[in-house]
């Protein structure tokens, strides 16, 4: 069965961290470039971070760049994205994908609040 599972989303202060992962089952990750988006309540889900297959390239959106890094482990199936000084404004559901593809997990939610 081919699958995305997210998982370490949470309730964080501001300026906060948290580290999300994404494990991949069902098809060869390690052929994929992976993408991190997230959506929050009553917004359209945006693109947040990309990374290439062997995972020597990335990139951000420039709401999240110098805070959040994203990270592979091809021996591990997993995608993973370290989230610091995290803001009121990240909260949403964030959801990791295979790109080019319809492979998407179910979401994992963020909560930035005091």
């Known amino acids: 069965q081919v699958q995305l599972v997210e998982s370490g989303g949470g309730l964080v202060q501001p300026g906060g961290s948290l580290r999300l992962s994404c494990a991949a089952s069902g098809f060869t990750f390690s052929d994929y470039a992976m993408k991190w988006y997230r959506q929050a309540a009553g917004k359209e889900r945006e693109w947040v971070a990309f990374?290439?297959?062997?995972?020597?390239?990335?990139k951000y959106a420039d709401s999240v760049k110098g805070r959040f890094t994203i990270s592979r482990d091809n021996a591990k199936n997993a995608v993973y994205l370290q989230m610091n000084g995290l803001k009121p404004e990240d909260t949403a559901v964030y959801y990791c994908n295979a790109d080019g593809t319809i492979i998407w997990g179910q979401g994992t939610q963020v909560t930035v609040s005091s």
């Open positions: 990374i290439t297959r062997p995972g020597g390239g990335t």
